[in-house]
């Protein structure tokens, strides 16, 4: 996973406010305005307490619940520094229970979880209820989506939504279909997922591109998508749940192609911080513990990271402090730009959660 999307706050000062809060609108909910308000005001109690400033809480204040337009359930996470908003970000699940943190630097790994796995998709809708023949009278319908899940939950992808003539089905499903392969080389797409009436979605996949047709996936759907929802968001999920994104799965593999063969990997916080002090981390491999216990000394900048407070020292750093080990990691992985790949821990447990795909492998390892 690119970590891209976090640079705009990890160019902030810190302190933070980090919150995270359930903005679901929703029927199970009577009133969620007075909700989310409610809501607001405890995480508003728990900040304060650890020393938040007036001009962050008001620029909370002034963002919660801002997502008003997006249906169903979900959450926000909202950073704030020295009075202004950082970044904001819509969750496409709500929080199990909603967080409030104040400190040098931002909480962004429950952030980064909603983002996985990050798969680059198309949804295709083809709607139609009439007689299976060119010769019918009518029109049929086709939506489709490029996104990437799970964020097009919440975050609607770009979108077509069509009818053509049934008698021009057979030769529209072609200039369809070449529309579709546009959009999915911009986004790389992993999966072409279509749902819909068999014959009518039938003519469209027997007249995709030959590459788009072989990343087809069909499923059963039927119904209109929810406005401002993911189209064909519960077949996707049921797709996609416990899958890793191509990407990261190369990544992976390459990983444990060095480790086996003693290359370019390592294990542990100590190689982590070692290798990350260097600029050598291509990627970083994490078993994702929200209760770890491991802390790391940070310096005021992303690369100054060490495991005593006594090294940080050593190299001139005067400004130190410990912090969470994974908050720790992840400011150092986007000031260098490398990538951090969630490992699911029945997949592959990691030396104290922690692995690193190198860049190149330490000359002095080949001895």
Same mark, same amino acid.
């Given at each position: ?227 401002? !929802? *993911? /189209? &064909? %968001?519960?077949? =996707?999920?049921?797709?996609?749940? $416990?899958?890793?994104? #191509?990407?990261? !799965? *190369? /990544? &992976? %593999?390459?990983? =444990?192609?060095?480790?086996?063969? $003693?290359?370019?990997? #390592?294990?542990?916080? *100590?190689?982590?911080?070692?290798? =990350? ?18 802390? =790391? ?71």
């Amino acid at each position: 996973m690119r970590l891209s999307f976090l640079e705009p706050l990890y160019k902030e000062p810190g302190p933070f406010a980090s919150v995270y809060l359930d903005t679901s609108r929703d029927a199970a909910v009577e009133d969620p305005e007075s909700a989310v308000r409610l809501r607001w005001r405890r995480l508003r109690d728990d900040l304060l307490s650890e020393g938040a400033d007036r001009d962050s809480l008001t620029a909370v204040a002034g963002t919660v619940g801002s997502d008003a337009d997006v249906p169903g359930t979900h959450g926000q996470a909202v950073f704030t520094a020295h009075g202004r908003l950082a970044l904001l970000d819509e969750l496409p699940v709500p929080p199990d229970r909603s967080t409030a943190h104040f400190g040098p630097l931002p909480d962004t790994m429950p952030l980064i979880v909603q983002h996985t796995p990050g798969i680059p998709y198309l949804a295709v809708h083809v709607h139609y209820g009439g007689r299976h023949s060119t010769d019918a009278t009518g029109t049929l319908r086709i939506e489709a989506e490029a996104g990437t899940w799970p964020l097009t939950k919440v975050t609607p992808g770009h979108r077509l939504d069509e009818e053509i003539p049934v008698a021009d089905w057979t030769g529209a499903a072609g200039e369809v279909g070449r529309e579709l392969e546009g959009h999915a080389r911009r986004i790389d797409v992993e999966t072409m997922v279509v749902a819909g009436d068999l014959w009518a979605r039938g003519i469209l996949v027997n007249r995709l591109p030959a590459g788009l047709r072989g990343q087809v996936t069909t499923v059963d759907a039927a119904g209109e998508s929810q406005p401002g !929802r *993911a /189209l &064909l %968001e519960r077949p =996707l999920e049921g797709l996609f749940e $416990g899958r890793m994104a #191509a990407h990261d !799965r *190369a /990544l &992976l %593999e390459a990983f =444990l192609a060095e480790r086996a063969r $003693g290359g370019a990997s #390592a294990e542990g916080l *100590a190689a982590a911080v070692s290798a =990350l002090q260097r600029g050598r981390v291509k990627a970083l491999l994490l078993n994702n513990h929200p209760e770890s216990p491991f802390r =790391l000394w940070v310096g005021p900048e992303p690369g100054q990271v060490a495991l005593t407070e006594q090294e940080l020292r050593s190299y001139g750093i005067r400004e130190t402090r410990e912090e969470r080990a994974d908050a720790a990691l992840v400011r150092a992985l986007v000031g260098t730009r490398a990538e951090l790949v969630l490992v699911p821990e029945r997949e592959l447990g990691l030396s104290e959660g922690v692995g690193v795909l190198l860049r190149y492998a330490d000359p002095a390892s080949r001895e």
